[in-house]
């Protein structure tokens, strides 16, 4: 060993005091503060519970020891509702401008107003279920879609988290949308609106931007991205439509790509796969890829067949 090398402790702690001097340069990633932020978590845990109360008969409880169910859920609200409540009052203080009487008491009515919608928040992915259950030759059961689908469990999420983002709380709807994405590789933004029996089918690799609106009776199928044409203004793209909107009884397959705020899919449309679609689509429309050229070989390099190549188009309609 060189005794000219600086012993590891000084340099530790050199080191310790460079990172130390680093926090204070005032940007946003050296904020030391604890508990100023939701806390992701918490986040995580209030979704499993938010799940037991969609359904109640499918999601196991390891907390509550009460017998009858009903007081059992009744316990579990009043438990969503502290943490929810005390979750929104931490992400409202974010931008440090209210008293906290006030962020207090607008915390209590969000938390308030999230919890009534729950009834319809159920309704909604009763229709999902069904939805997934018709759509799907492969369920066995209803129960099997929703112990086991990642598409019902992200739609589900998403519509607890598209409640939340209705009322205005901060951060908290893409915290629990993030969650789901990061679960089933399904990424949908809290602010996209969709209707009535939405099915996803597989599901990965699936995006679905914040201003895309979807209608009832959709079905799409992994790989699809409902997404912006273009992002390069940034910010000051903020709060304009930027995504799709997909008309009712429409159904997208694996890898479409439909993009824009002006793009429209009629209702009773099909996209077929791995379409780029970036302009209005009329009602009734098939949209498909066409002419591809397959080419096989045998071991040896020689042809064995190929597919016709046709004019040059690459996707048409069929009316």
Not at 220 to 226: A, K, M, P, R
Not at 265 to 280: E, K, L, Q, R
């Amino acid at each position: 060993m060189n005794d000219k090398t600086e012993p590891f402790e000084a340099r530790l702690q050199a080191l310790s005091a460079r990172l130390l001097a680093d926090y204070g340069n005032e940007r946003v990633i050296d904020r030391l503060e604890m508990f100023t932020q939701p806390d992701r978590q918490v986040i995580e845990a209030l979704i499993a519970k938010l799940l037991r109360l969609v359904f109640p008969g499918y999601y196991r409880d390891y907390v509550y020891r009460i017998y009858d169910p009903k007081n059992n859920l009744a316990a579990l609200i009043d438990d969503v509702a502290f943490h929810l409540n005390r979750q929104i009052g931490i992400a409202l203080r974010g931008n440090g401008k209210c008293p906290q009487e006030h962020i207090d008491r607008t915390a209590e009515s969000l938390t308030a107003a999230f919890l009534e919608k729950l009834p319809q928040i159920r309704a909604y992915v009763e229709t999902d279920l069904q939805a997934a259950y018709d759509g799907d030759p492969a369920a066995g059961s209803k129960a099997e879609v929703i112990i086991a689908y990642p598409g019902l469990y992200a739609i589900t999420v998403n519509r607890l988290a598209h409640a939340l983002y209705q009322l205005n709380v901060p951060l908290i709807p893409r915290i629990m949308t993030e969650t789901a994405h990061s679960k089933t590789g399904i990424d949908i933004h809290p602010g996209a609106q969709i209707g009535h029996y939405f099915f996803i089918d597989h599901g990965t690799g699936i995006v679905v931007g914040e201003t895309t609106v979807i209608g009832d009776n959709v079905k799409i199928y992994q790989g699809v991205t409902l997404g912006a044409l273009s992002t390069r203004g940034g910010q000051k793209l903020r709060g304009k439509r930027r995504h799709p909107t997909i008309e009712d009884r429409v159904t997208i397959y694996a890898g479409a790509s439909i993009l824009g705020g002006e793009t429209v899919i009629g209702h009773d449309s099909v996209i077929g796969s791995n379409a780029f679609i970036t302009h209005p689509i009329p009602p009734n429309t098939r949209v498909s890829i066409r002419n591809q050229e397959l080419v096989y070989k045998n071991g040896q390099g020689y042809v064995l067949q190929s597919d016709v190549p046709g004019d040059g188009d690459n996707w048409c309609y069929e009316i």
